[in-house]
């Protein structure tokens, strides 16, 4: 797992970039504070100031080339009638990430951790078999379970409410891959588990005296920056496989 800006600086929303590389619909930038999304979380969304004009930006690609990672960002409006940038211009540009889409995403992933924090603990260890995590405040988790009472499941938004209520502290922190792996449950996924750092180390999501979890995607720094949180519905997918879905109720 590569360390992302979005990983050091959380709170960066607009910063300056230069234009590397051009395509139609789409600039590589030097730097961007995107998260690109990955592990079942949908990427930031945003836009870009270019000397002749704004736009919005709806996903971003990495790109492996020999030179290192190339950072596209892929315009929302690529197939309407907007120019793509002029090349004569001077690459300068301004990168501005959707802040409320972030803070829904982060939200709703961080509770998606709580949540899985109290499934392992009450399922004896049970693990994530898939997750999803969209931009509109709803997401899903799938789980290693089986015969369990639906109902059951559907208590646990009470005490993932009570960890919103009391503001446990989030942050990341690196462990070496030694340490990760001889500390049991920090890896929740049967399918994906985060590569590590490209010095060894792994990224793991701290929640304050609750949970630490192997993760590279975008958190909350604090629980009680949580809307609400609501267990939707509960699908049996095959005999070993439950499919919680949740969502946040955020003020429109
Ligand atoms: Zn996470």
Redesign the pocket.
């Known amino acids: 797992m590569a360390i992302y800006l979005c990983h050091d600086q959380p709170d960066l929303y607009e910063h300056e970039a230069t234009v590397v590389a051009r395509r139609p619909g789409a600039v590589a930038l030097d730097r961007s504070a995107f998260h690109p999304g990955g592990?079942g979380?949908v990427c930031d969304v945003g836009s870009i100031e270019f000397s002749d004009g704004v736009r919005r930006v709806r996903a971003v690609e990495i790109e492996s080339t020999p030179d290192g990672d190339r950072w596209w960002h892929l315009f929302a409006d690529a197939d309407g009638d907007a120019p793509d940038p002029a090349a004569s211009d001077d690459g300068e540009v301004v990168v501005r990430v959707d802040a409320e889409h972030r803070l829904r995403v982060a939200s709703l992933?961080?509770m998606?951790?709580v949540l899985n924090a109290f499934v392992f603990d009450e399922f004896a260890g049970s693990l994530v078999t898939g997750a999803q995590i969209n931009g509109d405040g709803t997401g899903r988790m799938d789980f290693d379970l089986s015969a369990i009472d639906n109902d059951r499941l559907r208590a646990l938004a009470a005490p993932v409410n009570d960890v919103i209520d009391r503001g446990l502290a989030v942050g990341a922190v690196y462990v070496s891959a030694e340490e990760a792996a001889s500390t049991p449950g920090l890896v929740r996924s049967l399918s994906v588990a985060p590569p590590p750092t490209p010095d060894g180390r792994l990224r793991l999501?701290d929640i304050e005296g609750l949970d630490r979890?192997a993760?590279?995607?975008t958190?909350l720094s604090n629980t009680a920056q949580s809307p609400r949180f609501e267990i939707t519905k509960i699908e049996n997918k095959g005999k070993h496989n439950r499919r919680i879905r949740f969502a946040s109720t955020f003020p429109m």
Do not use: A, L, V
């Open positions: 592990g979380q992933h961080t998606s951790h999501i979890q993760c590279g995607g958190h």
